[in-house]
């Protein structure tokens, strides 16, 4: 594998209709997973995308007819990923579902509705009224009002899908309440709660099951391969070992990025409350929360054990506690998570990772190296490393980012483990 097969993984713009299909942050493209498979795969054997997010690994996956299993933490993710699976023999039954939708649902009344974190009670009981009906109709029918969020990962590809309208039909009704940052969100004062009607719901949930049937997939992928996506800790793979021939995925960013939150809208549709949101918080890698754990830091090579030094000796603010927590914390799930990969890699496997840099202050947080020195210490090879700079992203907004970093750049690797 050489520097010359590798373009930028990032979604671009004029991006392909898989990479538009449900936009996630820091998401790359299905082009960068066709040139990694490309590369890797000689003989068709399974793949893993042990951080598979919306499920773009998965999905391409699918339409090379590859087997392929992908899994997060995050069940709203799992329900998007199963969502993007859904073979063409189903697609002419979308419009007429979505009518028997629309048709079965009744306004639902629930004064604890995640959903009035952004709309009036109203507009929450129409929203609800729609998820349980589709649950009522694709799931089942016994637990229909009953919050989805613990059964969600299992549900078929079609009822999957079907949520995932839900979702999008969400997000676009309450885009005017969003605010400047994509992965964080605001409760919103009582006032200030969105109140579309019942016909205006409809109307955005029809669309949006339109939008998301046309684009679905660019081939008529029908199933006949096995390509599965569930909930999974990359800390704790439930796969044996050596079974992976090969690894395509993208860890969390050492960013401070809460994932957990940047979902909320996701999750409010499947019922999630508050402490179902902070539980989900603290099992990701990379949360801001504080879980405790903190590895062995003396294992995992030099480039961190430097970073980490500068950080608790660092003069700034909290920088000796709160911030030297959560470096230890990342690199410490970062470790479990390399390790696993090692363990469940057949002989001659590689991984294919896509990793970003940062600074904090003036302290260059070298990811990609950390990532390659914690490999050969797990018994990896050299990782060959091709960097591509990040010309916006979430630090490079930030004025004060710019008073440490020349060009406030980030760098965007891939890392090859074998």
Known sequence: MTSATFTNPKVGASCDPVDSWYRYYAGYSAGFVEQALNESVSTPGLLLDPWNGTGTTTVVAASKNIPAIGFDVNPALVVISRARLLGAGVWASIDPLGTDVVAHATRVEDVDDPLRFWFTARAAGSLRGLQQSVHRLLVDGGTATQPAYQTSSGMSTLAAFFYTVLFRTVRVLIAPRAGTNPTWWKRVEQADRLGPSHRQIVKQFRASATELAASLHRDNYDGGVDVRVGLGDSRRLP??????????????????????????????????????????????????????????????????????????????????????????????????????????????????????????????????RILSEMGVALGFEPADRHDFPVIRNRASMNPRTRQYRTKASAVESVLVLR
């Open 239 to 368: 796969l044996g070992d050596r079974t992976v021939d090969t690894v395509v995925g993208s860890p969390p960013y050492c960013t401070r990025i809460d994932y957990g939150i940047a979902t909320r809208p996701e999750l409010a549709v499947l019922g999630a409350g508050e402490r179902d949101i902070k539980s989900l918080r603290d099992k990701m890698v990379g949360t801001p929360t504080m879980t405790g754990e903190h590895g062995t830091p003396e294992q995992w090579g030099p480039t961190a054990k430097e970073f980490l030094a500068g950080v608790a000796g660092h003069a700034s603010k909290g920088s000796g506690s709160y911030y030297t927590k959560y470096f230890h914390q990342y690199y410490a799930g970062m470790w479990s998570s390399l390790a696993e990969l090692r363990r469940v890699m057949r002989e001659g496997a590689s991984a294919v990772l896509v990793v970003q840099d940062n600074y904090y202050k003036d302290l260059h947080n070298d990811t990609a």
